[in-house]
């Protein structure tokens, strides 16, 4: 199975793990979509930019607060969650949440997921 495949089947395992889950995508820190599981109407390459912009910001600010390496970036708007989390040397997994979801399963579906992409992109 082609590493594409692979991502697209993990991205789809996520969104089939959580009912919480509206949209996933897999960017490079560069701003690039590796693969994505997006609602129509969401765009990949606004998604990638808006993303590679948190991280850089992220970055800084934990490196400059001196509260360590970042994590995840954690965004909360009227109508849900946007949350970004490493998975792997240069890859960011992305997800966006409904506003109910339950927050502490939405991190873990994320981290099991962030860990296969790890796998993945060794």
């Known amino acids: 199975m082609a590493r594409i495949d692979e991502l697209n089947k993990a991205l789809q395992g996520l969104l089939s793990s959580s009912g919480d889950i509206e949209g996933s995508a897999i960017v490079s820190e560069d701003g ?3 693969a994505s ?9 606004r998604v990638a930019a808006m993303s590679s912009a948190m991280l850089s910001i992220g970055d800084r600010i934990g ?10 970036i954690f965004v909360k708007g009227e109508f849900g969650f946007i949350v970004l989390m490493h998975a792997g040397a240069h890859a960011v997994l992305v997800a966006l949440a409904r506003k109910e979801a339950k927050l ?3 991190f873990l579906d994320m ?7 790890k796998k993945i992109l060794g």
């Not at 599981?37 to 390459?45: C, H, R, S, T």
């Open 63 to 72: 490196l400059e607060l001196k509260r360590g390496k970042l994590e995840q």
């Open 32 to 34: 690039l979509i590796i």
């Open 111 to 117: 981290q099991r997921t962030a860990e296969e992409v």
């Open 37 to 45: 599981a997006l609602q129509q109407g969401i765009e990949e390459g």
């Open 104 to 106: 502490g399963l939405l």
